[in-house]
Protein backbone atom coordinates (compact mmCIF):
# COMPACT_ATOMS: atom_id res chain seq x y z
CA UNK A 1 0.00 0.00 0.00
CA UNK A 2 1.12 3.81 -0.78
CA UNK A 3 1.25 6.61 2.00
CA UNK A 4 -2.23 7.59 0.23
CA UNK A 5 -3.95 4.12 0.58
CA UNK A 6 -3.55 4.37 4.08
CA UNK A 7 -4.16 7.82 4.59
CA UNK A 8 -7.55 6.92 2.55
CA UNK A 9 -8.29 3.64 4.61
CA UNK A 10 -7.65 5.93 7.92
CA UNK A 11 -9.60 8.32 7.26
CA UNK A 12 -12.46 5.89 6.59
CA UNK A 13 -12.45 3.39 10.06
CA UNK A 14 -10.93 6.09 12.27
CA UNK A 15 -13.01 8.07 14.01
CA UNK A 16 -12.35 11.79 13.19
CA UNK A 17 -11.62 13.73 15.74
CA UNK A 18 -8.34 15.20 14.47
CA UNK A 19 -7.13 16.41 11.35
CA UNK A 20 -4.24 14.98 10.57
CA UNK A 21 -1.35 16.27 8.78
CA UNK A 22 -0.72 13.92 5.47
CA UNK A 23 2.05 11.73 6.80
CA UNK A 24 1.94 8.84 7.58
CA UNK A 25 5.37 8.18 9.93
CA UNK A 26 6.62 4.80 9.74
CA UNK A 27 9.92 4.62 11.93
CA UNK A 28 12.49 6.54 13.25
CA UNK A 29 16.30 7.14 14.53
CA UNK A 30 17.75 9.75 16.54
CA UNK A 31 15.80 12.80 16.37
CA UNK A 32 14.67 12.00 12.85
CA UNK A 33 10.96 9.98 12.15
CA UNK A 34 10.62 8.37 8.47
CA UNK A 35 7.19 8.19 6.39
CA UNK A 36 6.00 5.62 4.48
CA UNK A 37 8.20 6.81 0.91
CA UNK A 38 11.17 7.69 3.09
CA UNK A 39 11.16 11.23 3.39
CA UNK A 40 13.40 12.48 6.28
CA UNK A 41 11.77 14.70 9.07
CA UNK A 42 13.40 16.47 11.98
CA UNK A 43 11.19 15.83 15.63
CA UNK A 44 10.63 19.43 16.88
CA UNK A 45 7.67 18.16 18.40
CA UNK A 46 8.58 14.41 19.66
CA UNK A 47 5.08 13.29 19.98
CA UNK A 48 4.00 16.21 21.90
CA UNK A 49 6.48 16.21 24.20
CA UNK A 50 6.62 12.64 25.08
CA UNK A 51 9.45 11.01 23.08
CA UNK A 52 12.35 12.39 25.62
CA UNK A 53 14.99 9.69 24.57
CA UNK A 54 14.19 10.20 20.95
CA UNK A 55 13.95 6.88 18.61
CA UNK A 56 16.05 3.37 18.28
CA UNK A 57 17.17 3.74 22.10
CA UNK A 58 19.06 0.75 22.50
CA UNK A 59 18.82 -0.02 26.17
CA UNK A 60 15.34 1.43 26.41
CA UNK A 61 13.96 -0.95 23.70
CA UNK A 62 15.93 -3.76 24.93
CA UNK A 63 14.54 -3.52 28.59
CA UNK A 64 10.66 -3.21 26.48
CA UNK A 65 11.56 -6.58 24.69
CA UNK A 66 12.80 -8.39 27.50
CA UNK A 67 9.90 -7.64 29.71
CA UNK A 68 7.42 -8.85 27.06
CA UNK A 69 9.18 -12.07 27.40
CA UNK A 70 9.15 -12.53 30.57
CA UNK A 71 5.75 -10.51 31.69
CA UNK A 72 3.22 -8.26 30.81
CA UNK A 73 0.26 -7.71 32.44
CA UNK A 74 -0.80 -9.84 36.20
CA UNK A 75 -3.29 -6.77 37.21
CA UNK A 76 -3.03 -4.82 40.86
CA UNK A 77 -4.77 -7.34 42.78
CA UNK A 78 -0.88 -8.79 43.04
CA UNK A 79 2.53 -6.72 43.22
CA UNK A 80 4.96 -7.11 40.23
CA UNK A 81 9.04 -6.28 40.06
CA UNK A 82 8.82 -3.38 37.71
CA UNK A 83 5.78 -1.89 39.04
CA UNK A 84 7.91 -1.47 42.63
CA UNK A 85 11.25 -0.24 40.94
CA UNK A 86 9.61 2.16 39.28
CA UNK A 87 7.42 3.84 42.08
CA UNK A 88 10.59 4.29 44.34
CA UNK A 89 12.51 5.63 41.67
CA UNK A 90 9.69 8.33 40.96
CA UNK A 91 8.51 8.83 44.66
CA UNK A 92 12.56 9.51 45.35
CA UNK A 93 12.93 11.31 42.69
CA UNK A 94 10.15 13.83 43.59
CA UNK A 95 11.19 13.34 47.22
CA UNK A 96 6.94 12.66 47.61
CA UNK A 97 5.60 10.19 49.54
CA UNK A 98 3.48 7.42 47.07
CA UNK A 99 2.46 6.84 43.39
CA UNK A 100 -0.45 5.69 41.66
CA UNK A 101 0.21 4.31 38.23
CA UNK A 102 -2.67 5.55 35.55
CA UNK A 103 -2.63 4.95 31.97
CA UNK A 104 -2.55 8.36 30.79
CA UNK A 105 -2.21 11.79 31.70
CA UNK A 106 -5.58 12.20 31.86
CA UNK A 107 -6.18 9.97 34.31
CA UNK A 108 -3.49 11.00 37.05
CA UNK A 109 -5.16 14.09 36.63
CA UNK A 110 -8.84 12.44 37.69
CA UNK A 111 -6.69 10.71 40.39
CA UNK A 112 -5.10 13.67 41.42
CA UNK A 113 -8.90 15.64 41.91
CA UNK A 114 -10.09 12.70 43.62
CA UNK A 115 -7.44 12.68 46.22
CA UNK A 116 -8.24 16.23 46.86
CA UNK A 117 -11.81 16.12 46.64
CA UNK A 118 -11.72 12.86 49.50
CA UNK A 119 -8.96 14.47 51.35
CA UNK A 120 -11.37 17.76 52.35
CA UNK A 121 -14.58 15.24 52.33
CA UNK A 122 -12.88 13.22 55.47
CA UNK A 123 -12.41 16.39 57.16
CA UNK A 124 -15.69 18.02 56.46
CA UNK A 125 -18.34 15.52 54.43
CA UNK A 126 -20.91 18.58 54.48
CA UNK A 127 -19.63 20.15 51.88
CA UNK A 128 -19.72 20.31 47.81
CA UNK A 129 -15.77 21.10 47.41
CA UNK A 130 -14.81 22.71 44.17
CA UNK A 131 -11.93 23.39 42.35
CA UNK A 132 -9.35 26.62 41.69
CA UNK A 133 -8.37 25.80 38.05
CA UNK A 134 -6.23 28.75 35.86
CA UNK A 135 -7.44 30.05 32.66
CA UNK A 136 -6.11 28.97 29.46
CA UNK A 137 -5.03 25.69 30.89
CA UNK A 138 -5.25 22.32 29.81
CA UNK A 139 -5.78 18.99 31.95
CA UNK A 140 -6.85 16.69 29.83
CA UNK A 141 -10.32 15.28 27.91
CA UNK A 142 -12.14 13.18 30.36
CA UNK A 143 -15.06 15.54 32.17
CA UNK A 144 -13.14 15.14 35.47
CA UNK A 145 -9.58 16.83 33.83
CA UNK A 146 -11.92 19.03 31.32
CA UNK A 147 -14.18 20.42 34.25
CA UNK A 148 -10.46 22.23 35.65
CA UNK A 149 -9.55 23.12 31.90
CA UNK A 150 -9.47 26.86 31.26
CA UNK A 151 -10.73 27.16 27.70
CA UNK A 152 -14.37 27.27 26.64
CA UNK A 153 -13.54 25.57 23.33
CA UNK A 154 -12.74 22.04 25.21
CA UNK A 155 -15.51 22.46 27.62
CA UNK A 156 -18.42 23.37 25.50
CA UNK A 157 -20.55 20.71 25.06
CA UNK A 158 -19.26 18.31 27.79
CA UNK A 159 -18.96 20.16 30.88
CA UNK A 160 -21.99 22.12 32.18
CA UNK A 161 -20.90 25.55 33.77
CA UNK A 162 -22.12 25.02 37.03
CA UNK A 163 -20.09 21.49 36.77
CA UNK A 164 -16.35 23.54 36.18
CA UNK A 165 -14.03 24.39 38.00
CA UNK A 166 -13.56 28.26 39.43
CA UNK A 167 -11.36 29.40 37.44
CA UNK A 168 -8.73 32.11 38.09
CA UNK A 169 -6.06 34.35 36.06
CA UNK A 170 -2.44 32.71 36.17
CA UNK A 171 0.46 33.88 37.55
CA UNK A 172 -2.14 36.73 39.37
CA UNK A 173 -1.91 35.15 43.27
CA UNK A 174 -4.28 38.02 44.39
CA UNK A 175 -7.37 36.69 41.33
CA UNK A 176 -6.64 33.26 43.09
CA UNK A 177 -6.96 34.16 47.12
CA UNK A 178 -9.82 35.64 45.97
CA UNK A 179 -11.79 33.40 44.67
CA UNK A 180 -11.04 30.72 47.88
CA UNK A 181 -13.74 29.92 50.13
CA UNK A 182 -14.77 27.23 52.44
CA UNK A 183 -15.54 24.80 49.71
CA UNK A 184 -12.68 25.30 48.09
CA UNK A 185 -10.59 21.35 48.42
CA UNK A 186 -7.67 22.21 45.53
CA UNK A 187 -6.30 24.04 43.37
CA UNK A 188 -4.25 22.96 40.32
CA UNK A 189 -2.23 24.31 38.04
CA UNK A 190 0.78 23.45 35.38
CA UNK A 191 4.21 24.85 36.03
CA UNK A 192 4.49 25.54 32.44
CA UNK A 193 1.13 26.10 30.65
CA UNK A 194 1.78 23.94 27.52
CA UNK A 195 -1.38 24.16 25.31
CA UNK A 196 -2.48 27.65 26.78
CA UNK A 197 0.95 29.28 24.77
CA UNK A 198 3.97 27.98 26.91
CA UNK A 199 3.93 30.11 29.59
CA UNK A 200 6.41 29.93 32.29
CA UNK A 201 4.60 30.47 36.25
CA UNK A 202 6.22 32.75 38.31
CA UNK A 203 8.60 31.93 41.00
CA UNK A 204 6.20 34.62 43.76
CA UNK A 205 3.10 32.84 42.34
CA UNK A 206 3.85 29.13 43.06
CA UNK A 207 5.53 30.08 46.48
CA UNK A 208 2.23 31.64 47.50
CA UNK A 209 0.19 29.24 46.45
CA UNK A 210 1.59 26.51 48.80
CA UNK A 211 1.53 29.07 51.32
CA UNK A 212 -2.28 30.12 50.98
CA UNK A 213 -2.95 25.97 50.62
CA UNK A 214 -0.88 25.61 53.62
CA UNK A 215 -3.18 28.07 56.03
CA UNK A 216 -6.06 27.00 54.28
CA UNK A 217 -5.19 23.28 54.79
CA UNK A 218 -6.41 23.17 51.02
CA UNK A 219 -4.42 20.16 48.54
CA UNK A 220 -2.02 21.78 45.72
CA UNK A 221 -1.68 20.20 42.25
CA UNK A 222 0.68 20.36 40.39
CA UNK A 223 0.48 19.30 36.45
CA UNK A 224 3.70 18.39 35.01
CA UNK A 225 2.49 16.08 32.43
CA UNK A 226 4.34 17.95 29.57
CA UNK A 227 7.02 20.17 31.65
CA UNK A 228 8.23 17.65 33.54
CA UNK A 229 10.79 14.96 33.14
CA UNK A 230 13.74 16.83 32.41
CA UNK A 231 12.09 18.94 29.69
CA UNK A 232 13.02 21.97 32.04
CA UNK A 233 16.13 21.48 32.92
CA UNK A 234 15.32 19.92 36.01
CA UNK A 235 14.31 16.07 36.52
CA UNK A 236 10.72 17.91 37.25
CA UNK A 237 9.77 21.71 36.54
CA UNK A 238 8.90 22.47 40.21
CA UNK A 239 12.34 21.59 41.38
CA UNK A 240 13.78 25.27 39.35
CA UNK A 241 11.62 27.12 41.81
CA UNK A 242 11.85 25.22 45.33
CA UNK A 243 7.97 24.61 45.63
CA UNK A 244 6.58 21.05 46.73
CA UNK A 245 2.89 20.04 45.73
CA UNK A 246 0.48 17.81 47.67
CA UNK A 247 0.33 16.08 44.59
CA UNK A 248 2.05 15.87 41.36
CA UNK A 249 0.73 14.72 37.65
CA UNK A 250 3.25 12.98 35.36
CA UNK A 251 2.79 10.95 32.00
CA UNK A 252 4.51 11.90 28.56
CA UNK A 253 8.25 11.22 29.26
CA UNK A 254 7.43 9.29 31.98
CA UNK A 255 6.72 6.43 29.88
CA UNK A 256 8.76 7.96 26.50
CA UNK A 257 6.16 6.60 24.23
CA UNK A 258 4.33 3.48 26.45
CA UNK A 259 1.06 4.67 27.59
CA UNK A 260 1.72 5.51 31.14
CA UNK A 261 1.09 8.12 33.58
CA UNK A 262 0.98 8.81 37.36
CA UNK A 263 0.03 10.91 40.46
CA UNK A 264 2.21 10.74 43.06
CA UNK A 265 1.23 12.35 46.45
CA UNK A 266 3.12 14.07 49.56
CA UNK A 267 2.76 13.57 53.23
CA UNK A 268 -0.65 15.53 53.55
CA UNK A 269 -2.13 13.68 50.71
CA UNK A 270 -1.10 10.28 51.74
CA UNK A 271 -4.11 8.12 53.15
CA UNK A 272 -6.79 10.35 51.70
CA UNK A 273 -7.45 7.32 49.16
CA UNK A 274 -8.05 3.98 51.09
CA UNK A 275 -8.47 0.90 49.63
CA UNK A 276 -12.05 0.78 47.23
CA UNK A 277 -11.47 4.55 46.59
CA UNK A 278 -9.37 4.11 43.38
CA UNK A 279 -8.62 1.94 40.64
CA UNK A 280 -7.50 0.94 37.44
CA UNK A 281 -7.01 -2.01 35.56
CA UNK A 282 -3.70 -1.64 33.54
CA UNK A 283 -2.25 0.99 35.55
CA UNK A 284 1.30 -0.25 36.70
CA UNK A 285 1.56 -3.32 34.70
CA UNK A 286 4.83 -4.85 34.49
CA UNK A 287 4.94 -3.47 31.02
CA UNK A 288 4.62 -0.13 31.16
CA UNK A 289 6.71 -0.19 34.64
CA UNK A 290 9.31 -1.50 32.11
CA UNK A 291 9.51 1.22 30.40
CA UNK A 292 9.19 3.83 33.06
CA UNK A 293 12.42 1.82 34.53
CA UNK A 294 14.50 2.07 31.75
CA UNK A 295 13.20 5.92 31.16
CA UNK A 296 14.60 6.75 34.79
CA UNK A 297 17.71 4.34 33.70
CA UNK A 298 18.38 6.65 30.36
CA UNK A 299 17.63 9.92 32.17
CA UNK A 300 20.39 9.04 34.80
CA UNK A 301 23.34 7.41 32.45
CA UNK A 302 22.66 10.45 29.73
CA UNK A 303 22.56 13.41 32.64
CA UNK A 304 19.32 14.00 30.55
CA UNK A 305 18.17 16.72 32.96
CA UNK A 306 21.48 18.99 32.54
CA UNK A 307 21.55 18.06 28.98
CA UNK A 308 18.36 19.38 28.41
CA UNK A 309 19.00 22.72 30.20
CA UNK A 310 22.64 23.13 28.12
CA UNK A 311 21.07 22.62 24.82
CA UNK A 312 17.92 24.59 25.91
CA UNK A 313 20.32 27.21 26.72
CA UNK A 314 21.18 27.15 23.07
CA UNK A 315 17.57 26.99 21.76
CA UNK A 316 16.75 30.22 24.01
CA UNK A 317 19.43 32.05 22.10
CA UNK A 318 19.17 31.27 18.83
CA UNK A 319 14.74 31.70 18.86
CA UNK A 320 15.95 35.05 20.07
CA UNK A 321 17.96 36.39 17.44
CA UNK A 322 14.92 34.63 15.20
CA UNK A 323 12.77 37.02 16.82
CA UNK A 324 15.26 40.28 16.86
CA UNK A 325 15.38 39.37 13.16
CA UNK A 326 11.62 38.94 12.06
CA UNK A 327 8.66 41.91 13.30
CA UNK A 328 6.37 39.77 13.23
CA UNK A 329 7.58 37.56 15.70
CA UNK A 330 5.84 39.19 18.49
CA UNK A 331 6.95 37.02 21.65
CA UNK A 332 9.38 33.99 22.53
CA UNK A 333 8.65 32.30 25.92
CA UNK A 334 9.79 29.20 27.84
CA UNK A 335 12.30 27.24 30.04
CA UNK A 336 14.52 24.58 28.85
CA UNK A 337 13.21 22.54 26.06
CA UNK A 338 10.10 23.89 26.10
CA UNK A 339 10.03 27.12 24.21
CA UNK A 340 7.14 28.83 22.38
CA UNK A 341 7.28 31.34 19.47
CA UNK A 342 4.39 33.65 19.32
CA UNK A 343 3.86 34.92 15.77
CA UNK A 344 1.81 38.51 14.66
CA UNK A 345 -1.95 37.58 13.32
CA UNK A 346 -0.54 37.94 9.55
CA UNK A 347 2.06 34.99 9.63
CA UNK A 348 -0.35 32.23 10.85
CA UNK A 349 1.21 29.83 12.40
CA UNK A 350 -0.69 26.72 10.73
CA UNK A 351 0.72 27.52 7.26
CA UNK A 352 4.36 27.73 8.83
CA UNK A 353 3.91 24.57 10.21
CA UNK A 354 2.60 22.55 7.15
CA UNK A 355 5.47 24.57 5.08
CA UNK A 356 7.78 23.21 7.90
CA UNK A 357 6.18 19.89 6.88
CA UNK A 358 6.85 19.98 3.33
CA UNK A 359 10.37 20.97 4.19
CA UNK A 360 11.02 18.16 6.48
CA UNK A 361 10.37 19.60 9.66
CA UNK A 362 7.83 18.30 12.27
CA UNK A 363 6.24 21.56 14.71
CA UNK A 364 3.30 21.54 16.73
CA UNK A 365 1.66 24.31 17.75
CA UNK A 366 0.39 26.43 21.34
CA UNK A 367 -2.23 28.71 22.09
CA UNK A 368 -3.13 31.16 19.76
CA UNK A 369 -0.61 31.62 16.96
CA UNK A 370 2.46 30.24 18.98
CA UNK A 371 4.81 27.93 17.46
CA UNK A 372 5.84 25.41 20.23
CA UNK A 373 8.97 23.49 20.45
CA UNK A 374 9.22 20.38 22.43
CA UNK A 375 12.20 18.28 21.02
CA UNK A 376 13.68 14.83 22.02
CA UNK A 377 15.62 15.98 24.85
CA UNK A 378 19.14 14.48 22.92
CA UNK A 379 19.33 16.89 20.35
CA UNK A 380 22.03 18.60 20.18
CA UNK A 381 23.13 22.21 18.88
CA UNK A 382 23.32 20.86 15.38
CA UNK A 383 19.64 20.02 14.96
CA UNK A 384 19.25 23.75 16.60
CA UNK A 385 21.02 25.02 13.95
CA UNK A 386 18.79 22.66 11.28
CA UNK A 387 15.73 23.50 12.53
CA UNK A 388 15.99 27.45 12.19
CA UNK A 389 17.34 26.61 8.70
CA UNK A 390 14.50 24.70 8.02
CA UNK A 391 12.18 27.42 9.92
CA UNK A 392 13.27 30.28 8.18
CA UNK A 393 12.51 28.63 4.69
CA UNK A 394 9.03 27.76 6.01
CA UNK A 395 8.25 31.57 6.61
Known amino acids: MTQKDYIDQGEQYILKTYNRFPVV ?76 FTNSGTEAIEGALKVARKYAYNKDDSKDYEFIAMNHSFHGRSQGAL ?49 GGIYPADQEFLEGLRKVCDEKDILLIFDEI ?29 GCGVPVGAFVVGEKADGAL ?44 QLEAFK ?22 EKPVGEIVNRALEHGLILISAGNNVIRFVPPLVIEKEHVDEMIEILEASI
Open 25 to 100: LERGEGVYLYDADQKKYLDFGAGIAVFALGYKNQAYNDALKAQIDQLIHTSNLYYNVPAVEAAKKIVEAAGLKKVF
Open 324 to 345: EKHDFVTGHRGIGLMQGVEFAP
Open 274 to 317: VPGDHGTTYGGNPFACAAINAVFDQFEQLNLPDHAREVGNYLWE
Open 147 to 195: AVTGNSHYQDGFIPKEFRAVFAEFNNLEDVISKITDKTCGIICEVVQGE
Open 226 to 254: QCGMGRCGTMFAHDLYGVKPDVLTLAKAL
